[in-house]
Nanobody
Framework: EIQLVESGGGSVQAGGSLRLSCSVS????????LGWLRQAPGKEREGVAF???????TYVDSVKGRFTISQDGTKNTLYLQMNNLKPEDTAMYYC??????????????????????WGQGTLVTISS
């Protein structure tokens, strides 16, 4: 079974940057969408950024222009470059994958039910 392992979380001040990484052990199907989702304390989980097997990307409005999702050439590692971080970006960030879906579809799905496999999460804390 596929395994997703996140790393790169930490604590930074507002305005700073972090890069999250997620290692992907295997791809079961040829059509997929990988994403970063987050859950802040006391809030619902939300999809942040997605990239699909055609390299199309989508972002939630609150991170557009600040976050960039990408993969390495082998597609074994997923990244989330986060710049100009704000206190409201504080959350547990999860890497997840869904089969047979594109990035536009994934962004619009309920994050609690829309992904097939999840990583364990990495904590991002932004201080003001």
């Amino acid at each position: 079974e596929i395994q997703l392992v996140e790393s790169g979380g930490g604590s930074v001040q507002a305005g700073g940057s972090l890069r999250l990484s997620c290692s992907v052990s295997e791809y079961t199907y040829n059509t997929w969408c990988l994403g970063w989702l987050r859950q802040a304390p006391g809030k619902e989980r939300e999809g942040v950024a997605f990239i699909d097997s055609n390299s199309r990307t989508t972002y939630v409005d609150s991170v557009k222009g600040r976050f960039t999702i990408s993969q390495d050439g082998t597609k074994n590692t997923l990244y989330l470059q986060m710049n100009n971080l704000k206190p409201e970006d504080t959350a547990m960030y999860y890497c997840a994958i869904v089969w047979g879906m594109n990035a536009i579809q994934a962004l619009g799905r309920d994050p609690d039910y829309g992904m097939d496999h999840w990583g364990q999460g990495t904590l991002v804390t932004i201080s003001s």
